[in-house]
């Protein structure tokens, strides 16, 4: 049996890992959304979606221009937001190299052993960069836009006064001597940010691409097994309690009843196949914690490939590179405004297509949420084309804004409230040992809800509601095909036991003779309903019962 111990730990773990794809995923969309309605030239949205995803951009898009700079200088302009967008995440992965490096120090000295300081010292190599990964892909669609917009200009006064303007700040010119050097410094950022964080990932997920595959390999399976394990938790016929049953039933019968039940729950062929389940899950979680012992670099780069199978685990880097096509390349392109949106509509609607044909994500229910937040991207886009037309003078119609609400609220709210649904597991494990009759009055009512909300929902959508990895048999996992057919079979057993309940506690016994070796006990005075229906049978079956 697990331990407590290990149940939090798996929680956690668990936790962790989906609120982190979440958060990648709502980031993404909202950033994205950001700069279509923003950036893109020409186009225009319902008033009503604008308010709304300008609500949104507070909490993903860094605005400095709100900061009072002026308070400090006499003036401030594109310039400026360019060195402060570029050079403020270099201090930021500066400031987690010297914490690495003073943390190194400390570990050295303070611990004797080699191996134990070599150790420790992996594993906060790990940590930093897994945190410094995170906050890359925080910041890469905001300052990859910033450094294009660098070389975004407005050339239609060319004709009149022979210059062009950068449409980021009217203020500045292109042929402005003090521009041309910033332009050759962002040229240097593009290949820092926009080309080296992508060409970086993907070197290192090459590096790394067996152990990579090996450790998502596992995770796949592990998380496959532990969701047949749920489903044949579900399907288990629950012990009953002598207390619950009914009243008329006598103290003898009772005893027998429990006796019977404990002896079927040790025979019964779907708690034989839940142990082997719980083997097989203990046997992939030992080789899981080997692997990322012996390779715990796996662990700082997990933001790149945690959230995708072994054969997808390059898909970060697709997905870097279709975001800064969408939020930067595709408004500063040389083409008209129906180009611009055409191209960013066939790079979304590709992603889409492969988002639904390749279904990447380990878990079903990351999947679900890509697919909407892309859609809800593409379904933005289209309204932004319709309004380049002359013909549909619509665009603006209120339908088209509630449209695209509706969408970006469901991607946004989705994710939540499945963080929302792993957090309560944790807590409930956590302070209250995972028992739900010892939370509080009004947290079991809540629990209550939520439980009814999700049996509709399981019955709407055979595929259910939570984040469950994809069922995919391979030709190593020999078993599930089997316990499949035991949760098919369990299914029929109840259904047949639930057709023999209205007999429980019917049985009226004033003759109780059991034998040891037997382990059977002859019942006698049935009721008389029964008699009548077994009348035609054998006569020394009518009147006895095996236990």
Same mark, same amino acid.
């Given at each position: 049996m697990r331990t407590f111990a290990s149940k939090l730990k798996d929680q956690q773990e668990r936790f962790s890992r989906q609120i982190l794809t979440k958060y990648k995923i709502v980031v993404k969309l909202l950033q994205t959304l950001s700069k279509i309605t923003t950036l893109y030239p020409d186009i225009t949205f319902p008033a009503v979606f604008l308010q709304v995803a300008n609500k949104f951009n507070i909490f993903v898009d860094l605005d400095i221009n709100i900061l009072p700079f002026n308070c400090v200088v006499s003036s401030t302009n594109f310039h400026d937001k360019l060195l402060i967008m570029t050079l403020g995440p270099l201090v930021c992965i500066a400031f987690i190299v010297l914490v690495y490096l003073y943390q190194r120090r400390q570990i050295m000295n303070n611990h004797s052993d080699d191996v134990d300081s070599v150790e420790k010292v992996e594993a906060l190599k790990a940590d930093c960069v897994y945190y410094a990964l995170v906050f890359v892909y925080t910041i890469f669609s905001l300052v990859s836009t910033t450094i294009i917009q660098t070389f975004n200009y407005d050339d239609r006064l060319e004709a009149e006064t022979g210059e062009s303007y950068l449409i980021a700040d009217y203020t500045i010119r292109e042929s402005d001597p003090d521009h041309q050097a910033y332009v050759v410094y962002a040229a240097l950022m593009?290949?820092?940010?926009?080309?080296?964080?992508?060409?970086?990932?993907?070197?290192?997920?090459?590096?790394?691409? +067996?152990?990579?595959? !090996? $450790?998502?390999? /596992?995770?796949?399976?592990?998380?496959?097994? =532990?969701?047949? @394990?749920?489903? *044949?938790?579900?399907?288990?016929?629950?012990?009953?309690?002598?207390?619950?049953?009914?009243?008329?039933?006598?103290?003898?019968?009772?005893?027998?009843?429990?006796?019977?039940?404990?002896?079927?729950?040790?025979?019964? +062929?779907?708690?034989? !196949? $839940?142990?082997? /389940?719980?083997?097989?899950?203990?046997?992939? =979680?030992?080789? @899981?914690?080997? *692997?990322?012992?012996?390779?715990?670099?796996?662990?700082?780069?997990?933001?790149?490939?945690?959230?995708?199978?072994?054969?997808?685990?390059?898909?970060?880097?697709?997905?870097?590179?279709?975001?800064?096509?969408?939020?930067?390349?595709?408004?500063? $392109?040389?083409?008209?405004?129906?180009?611009?949106?055409?191209?960013?509509?066939?790079?979304?609607?590709?992603?889409?297509?492969?988002?639904?044909?390749?279904?990447?994500?380990?878990?079903?229910?990351?999947?679900?949420?890509?697919?909407?937040?892309?859609?809800?991207?593409?379904?933005?886009?289209?309204?932004?084309?319709?309004?380049?037309?002359?013909?549909?003078?619509?665009?603006?119609?209120?339908?088209?804004?509630?449209?695209?609400?509706?969408?970006?609220?469901?991607?946004?709210?989705?994710?939540?409230?499945?963080?929302?649904?792993?957090?309560?597991?944790?807590?409930?494990?956590?302070?209250?040992?995972?028992?739900?009759?010892?939370?509080?009055?009004?947290?079991?009512?809540?629990?209550?809800?939520?439980?009814?909300?999700?049996?509709?929902?399981?019955?709407?959508?055979?595929?259910?509601c939570e984040c469950v990895p994809q069922v995919r048999y391979t030709a190593d996992s020999e078993e599930l095909p089997k316990a499949l057919s035991e949760i098919q079979l369990t299914e029929r057993r109840r259904s047949s036991m639930d057709s023999l309940r209205p007999y429980r506690g019917r049985f009226q016994t004033t003759d109780r003779n059991c034998t040891t070796s037997t382990n059977s006990c002859e019942l006698s005075n049935l009721p008389e309903d029964r008699k009548q229906e077994d009348g035609g049978q054998d006569k020394d079956s009518s009147t006895s019962m095996s236990v």
């Amino acid at each position: 049996m697990r331990t407590f111990a290990s149940k939090l730990k798996d929680q956690q773990e668990r936790f962790s890992r989906q609120i982190l794809t979440k958060y990648k995923i709502v980031v993404k969309l909202l950033q994205t959304l950001s700069k279509i309605t923003t950036l893109y030239p020409d186009i225009t949205f319902p008033a009503v979606f604008l308010q709304v995803a300008n609500k949104f951009n507070i909490f993903v898009d860094l605005d400095i221009n709100i900061l009072p700079f002026n308070c400090v200088v006499s003036s401030t302009n594109f310039h400026d937001k360019l060195l402060i967008m570029t050079l403020g995440p270099l201090v930021c992965i500066a400031f987690i190299v010297l914490v690495y490096l003073y943390q190194r120090r400390q570990i050295m000295n303070n611990h004797s052993d080699d191996v134990d300081s070599v150790e420790k010292v992996e594993a906060l190599k790990a940590d930093c960069v897994y945190y410094a990964l995170v906050f890359v892909y925080t910041i890469f669609s905001l300052v990859s836009t910033t450094i294009i917009q660098t070389f975004n200009y407005d050339d239609r006064l060319e004709a009149e006064t022979g210059e062009s303007y950068l449409i980021a700040d009217y203020t500045i010119r292109e042929s402005d001597p003090d521009h041309q050097a910033y332009v050759v410094y962002a040229a240097l950022m593009f290949v820092v940010y926009c080309t080296g964080i992508p060409a970086v990932s993907f070197y290192m997920l090459c590096y790394y691409k +067996p152990q990579i595959q !090996q $450790l998502q390999g /596992l995770v796949f399976k592990l998380s496959e097994k =532990e969701n047949l @394990k749920r489903k *044949l938790q579900n399907t288990m016929t629950e012990p009953v309690k002598i207390l619950e049953l009914d009243k008329e039933m006598t103290e003898s019968v009772r005893e027998v009843r429990l006796e019977s039940d404990v002896f079927a729950e040790s025979v019964s +062929p779907e708690r034989r !196949q $839940l142990k082997v /389940l719980q083997a097989g899950i203990e046997s992939f =979680e030992i080789k @899981k914690k080997e *692997l990322l012992e012996k390779t715990p670099m796996l662990q700082g780069l997990a933001p790149l490939y945690q959230d995708y199978e072994a054969r997808f685990y390059y898909f970060e880097v697709v997905q870097f590179i279709v975001t800064l096509f969408l939020v930067a390349v595709a408004a500063c $392109l040389p083409v008209n405004s129906g180009s611009v949106v055409f191209l960013a509509l066939m790079a979304s609607g590709g992603m889409l297509m492969a988002l639904i044909g390749w279904q990447p994500y380990v878990d079903s229910g990351d999947d679900r949420d890509a697919c909407i937040s892309q859609m809800t991207i593409t379904l933005t886009l289209c309204v932004g084309m319709l309004s380049l037309s002359d013909a549909d003078q619509d665009s603006q119609d209120w339908a088209f804004g509630w449209l695209l609400i509706f969408f970006t609220t469901a991607a946004v709210l989705i994710p939540f409230a499945m963080i929302l649904q792993l957090g309560s597991r944790l807590v409930l494990i956590a302070f209250y040992g995972g028992d739900v009759d010892q939370l509080p009055e009004w947290m079991k009512f809540i629990y209550n809800c939520y439980k009814y909300l999700m049996d509709r929902a399981q019955t709407m959508f055979p595929g259910g509601c939570e984040c469950v990895p994809q069922v995919r048999y391979t030709a190593d996992s020999e078993e599930l095909p089997k316990a499949l057919s035991e949760i098919q079979l369990t299914e029929r057993r109840r259904s047949s036991m639930d057709s023999l309940r209205p007999y429980r506690g019917r049985f009226q016994t004033t003759d109780r003779n059991c034998t040891t070796s037997t382990n059977s006990c002859e019942l006698s005075n049935l009721p008389e309903d029964r008699k009548q229906e077994d009348g035609g049978q054998d006569k020394d079956s009518s009147t006895s019962m095996s236990v």
